[in-house]
């Protein structure tokens, strides 16, 4: 069975612009969730998508958004960078309100 | 106070020795309980998950939930230097799957 998929693996972006980043779930996962990961602040809620509707929103500004298709892929895309959004950037699918999987990642790096 | 709290260590541990990393959590609603394994450089890997209170054994792994004193802790039997890592605690007290992490304890095991 594959595991949660991200994409890029790595990104270099410039202040002001915009990115958006991918994830796969597991098959038949239908609940995705997105985190931040920094040295500073450790690993941080951002939203989760449940059935194309988010279902959980973490304290970051309106800049994070994302959204999720039919077929359960998510994106999630940073508006306006700033060298402060440098970090990991988790995918986690779950099965229902249980264990949650993570991707390899998308590391982002603002210049 | 953080809402999930453990010792960031390092803890050393010989091989071949009992680990035992602990977590605190300060909301009572909290429903579910996770321990992810991460390697620097790598994401998380859930190693286990506990819903009620008591032990839970996956191999080398145990894991303890006391919801009276809001404490769950990992246990792991006969380390290896391949355990070393960081260890983060999670904590699901939403409907959905919103995890509130602590900031890991880093573990070593020394041959």
């Known amino acids: 069975k594959a595991g949660v998929t991200q994409t890029p693996r790595y990104l270099i972006k410039t202040r002001g612009q915009q990115v958006t980043l991918s994830c796969s779930p597991i098959s038949g996962h239908r609940s995705v969730s997105w985190y931040q990961q920094t040295p500073g602040q450790g690993l941080q809620f951002l939203f989760e998508?449940?059935?194309?509707?988010?279902?959980n929103k973490g304290n970051f500004p309106g800049r994070f958004s994302g959204r999720q298709f039919s077929n359960s892929r998510s994106e999630m895309n940073v508006s306006t960078l700033e060298l402060g959004d440098s970090a990991l950037y988790l995918c986690?699918?779950?099965?229902?309100?249980?264990?949650?999987?993570f991707g390899q990642g998308t590391r982002l790096t603002v210049v | 106070q953080k809402e999930v709290e453990q010792n960031s260590g390092p803890l050393s541990v010989p091989e071949g020795a009992i680990a035992s990393l602990n977590c605190t959590y300060s909301?009572?609603?909290?429903?579910?309980f996770f321990w992810y394994r991460q390697y620097s450089g790598k994401s998380p890997e859930l190693i286990m998950s506990i819903y009620s209170n008591g032990d839970k054994e996956d191999g080398r792994f145990t894991a303890q939930l006391n919801k009276a004193s809001q404490y769950v802790s990992l246990l792991i039997r006969d380390s290896q230097p391949s355990d070393s890592a960081t260890y983060l605690c999670a904590v699901n007290k939403a409907a959905g799957n919103k995890l509130t992490f602590g900031g890991g304890t880093r573990v070593l095991v020394k041959p």
């Open positions: 998508y449940f059935s194309e509707t988010q279902r």
């Open positions: 909301d009572r609603v909290s429903q579910s």
């Open positions: 986690a699918s779950s099965f229902r309100d249980t264990e949650a999987f």
